[in-house]
Each structure stands twice: as C-alpha cells, then as structure tokens.
C-alpha cells in the first residue's frame, strides 16, 4: 500500500525545513520576511498549517516559532 499523501507532505516539509534552516544566513532575513508576509495572508507555505513554523530574524539569527494553529 502507498503511503498517503499526508506522510509524503510531513516527510517533505521536514527536509525543506532543515534546507532552509541551513540556508546562508546572509539571504535569512529576506526569506524570513517573505514567508513571515505569506503566513499572514493565510498560506501555509512549506509546512501544514497546524505545524506551521514561522520564522522570525533578529539581526540575521533565525528563531522558530512553533505556532499550533488548530
């Protein structure tokens, strides 16, 4: 049996938020800006809205912020 779409989607989410997270720390802020705008017009972006990671950058660090929307 294939495994579901949902598996596949956290499965690829979790490899896309280690790509980011080791991302040059030069480009952070932009794309953290640019994901942080999307998240706020109701995009999940990479991740499902319940696990949804929204990224934050103070002075070129990148915090994650677990925000468990249900």
Do not use: W
């Not at 596949?8 to 640019?34: M, T």
């Amino acid at each position: 049996m294939a495994p579901s779409f949902k598996v596949i989607l956290v499965i690829v989410s979790v490899f896309l938020s280690i790509a980011v997270f080791n991302v040059d720390s030069r480009s952070k802020p932009k794309f953290c800006k640019f994901h942080g705008k999307l998240h706020e017009e109701g995009y999940p972006f990479f991740y499902p809205p319940t696990t949804c990671n929204l990224h934050l950058c103070m002075g070129g660090r990148v915090q994650f912020i677990r925000t468990g929307n249900q």
